[in-house]
C-alpha cells in the first residue's frame, strides 16, 4: 500500500484507471514521448524499462498510422495509461520525493505490463515479420 489518501496500488486500482483512457489520452501520451522517455531513463527505479518503453511507445506510433491494428483497446489504453502515469510529477507519490518518488510509478507500469505482455509478443512478431 502507498501512502497519500490511502490508495492502493494494485492490478485492480491499475485496470479501473485504465478503462477511463481515451483517445485524446492517447494522443497526450503520444506527444509527450520524449518527456517520458526521459523520465525513464533517468530514474535508477524505471531505466530497466527503457527497451520496453520504446516497443510500447512503437506500438501506440504504429497503432495510431493505422498500420497496427490487431491490438484490443484495452492494450493502447494501459500503454497509455503507464506513459500518462509516469509523466505526472505530483501521483500518489510524488517523483521530487528522494529515493521513493518513482516506487509508484515502478508498480503501475509493472501491472500494466501484466496485462499487455502477449500483445507486445505479437506486435513485436509483427515487426519481425515486416521487416
Known amino acids: 500500500m502507498f501512502g497519500k489518501k ?5 492490478e485492480e486500482y491499475v485496470s479501473g484507471e485504465i478503462t477511463k483512457i481515451n483517445e ?6 503520444m506527444s509527450s514521448q520524449e518527456a517520458i522517455a526521459d523520465k525513464i531513463v533517468n530514474s535508477s527505479v ?4 527503457t527497451e520496453l518503453g520504446k516497443v510500447m511507445f512503437g506500438m501506440l506510433k504504429d497503432y495510431r498510422k493505422g498500420i ?8 493502447i489504453a494501459a500503454i497509455a495509461f503507464a506513459f500518462l502515469y509516469i509523466l505526472n510529477p505530483l ?3 510524488p517523483d521530487f520525493i528522494p529515493g521513493i518518488g518513482y516506487i509508484d510509478d515502478f ?7 501484466k496485462f499487455i505482455e502477449s500483445d507486445l509478443h505479437k506486435y513485436l512478431d509483427w515487426k519481425l515479420e515486416e521487416e
Request: hydrophobic share 50%; no cysteine; proline share 3%.
Open 107 to 113: 508498480a503501475v507500469f509493472t501491472f500494466g505490463l
Open 91 to 93: 501521483d500518489i507519490i
Open 24 to 29: 485524446d489520452d492517447v494522443e497526450v501520451a
Open 68 to 75: 497496427y491494428t490487431n491490438v484490443p483497446w484495452f492494450t
Open 6 to 10: 490511502s490508495k492502493l496500488i494494485d
Open 46 to 49: 524505471l531505466k530497466k524499462y
